[in-house]
DNA sequence: CGGTTTTGACCAGCGC
DNA sequence: GCGCTGGTCAAAACCG
């Protein structure tokens, strides 16, 4: 996995690319591929990008980005590269803003705002300290069509914020995991261009287990079914039940350490009148996306 | 009662 | 410098 060519060091561009051989995503037809955009997931030309994934954040130790190890670097709008490992996939994901870039604790006053009452008018005893720099962890965003929100990734999170956001008539909910020792965040909006799409931001990377095996899928009339998992396991089994009407399954898949990028496991086996194509991607050492299309015969 | 969500305010960064 | 925006805080409300 040490690819020589691993990162492109010219790509000042924010679109993280997905990792040169698309084989291994099995996305070797058109008919794949019209599925993907139709999601609005672009799967580019080959580019070398990120090769090895086993950099493994701890927590709360923000990484240093390693141009062996990393992906495409993400140029703010300030032209700095930013320590963020953005897997977006040809998408709006990568808003790299730099405002986040201070430190977490200290950042708010001890008493900044209690709803509904008015701030105490004058500043002065509510100054923020101005602590170093806060380094941004890796990043991985992504898209899943679903009609909830916040998707069950496996992790406990606690929802500690919510802004409008410009343009887009729905909010921004900020979330935080619940294991004290992880200070992982994620964001989850809704895309104002899709709204049946919903875009979840991962921030770090989680130094402990999952508190259980949940996954959730939305489902289509197309009869695509697609979603995501996100495990820190370096044995993954996922439970997809699989209900349209006339039909209902319950089929288990099991992958074995599929954390290493590249190995893509691709199922195809009938049940009934279906035709279950499953592929379980694996972006970085302790993501899988999985996507799977259900077939009529 | 403890954990989670809601929500208004605060702050930093950025663009103009 | 000012205004806008994103991100976060934290008290209050809510919930099981």
């Not at 990377?205 to 009869?223: A, E, L, N, Y």
């Not at 199922?267 to 999985?290: E, H, P, Q, W, Y």
């Amino acid at each position: 996995m040490d690819d020589d060519n691993s990162i492109d060091p010219l790509s000042g561009d924010s679109t993280w690319t997905l990792p040169g051989d698309y084989s291994f995503f099995g996305i070797t037809d058109t008919r794949d591929n019209n599925i993907l955009s139709e999601f609005g997931w672009n799967f580019h030309p080959p580019a070398p990008v990120l090769d090895r994934m086993d950099s493994g954040g701890s927590c709360g130790v923000p990484e240093e980005i390693n141009p062996t190890t990393s992906p495409v670097p993400v140029h703010s709008q300030a032209g700095s590269v930013e320590n963020v490992r953005d897997v977006s996939i040809s998408n709006p994901l990568v808003s790299t803003s730099s405002s986040e870039d201070r430190p977490e604790s200290s950042a708010a006053s001890g008493d900044a705002a209690s709803g509904g009452q008015p701030p105490s008018s004058d500043t002065g005893g509510k100054v923020k300290k101005k602590g170093p720099k806060r380094i941004r962890q890796q990043r991985f965003a992504f898209m899943t069509k679903s009609e909830i929100d916040h998707l069950e990734d496996g992790y406990r999170w606690r929802k500690y914020g919510q802004k409008a956001v410009k343009n887009s008539p729905f909010p921004r909910s900020y979330y935080r995991c619940t294991n004290s020792k992880c200070t992982v965040k994620k964001r989850v909006e809704r895309s104002s261009t899709d709204p049946t799409t919903v875009i979840t931001t991962y921030e770090g990377q989680h130094c402990h287990h999952t508190v259980g095996i949940i996954s959730r899928f939305s489902f289509r009339s197309s009869r695509v079914a697609w979603g995501y998992c996100a495990y820190n396991y370096a044995q993954l089994t996922i439970y997809i039940k699989v209900t349209d009407g006339r039909l209902g399954l319950h089929s288990k898949l099991s992958t074995k350490d599929s954390s290493i990028l590249g190995i893509t496991k691709v199922r195809t086996f009938d049940g009934d009148a279906l035709t279950k194509k499953v592929k379980v991607f694996s972006l970085l050492n302790c993501l899988f996306i999985l996507f799977f299309q259900l077939s009529d015969h």
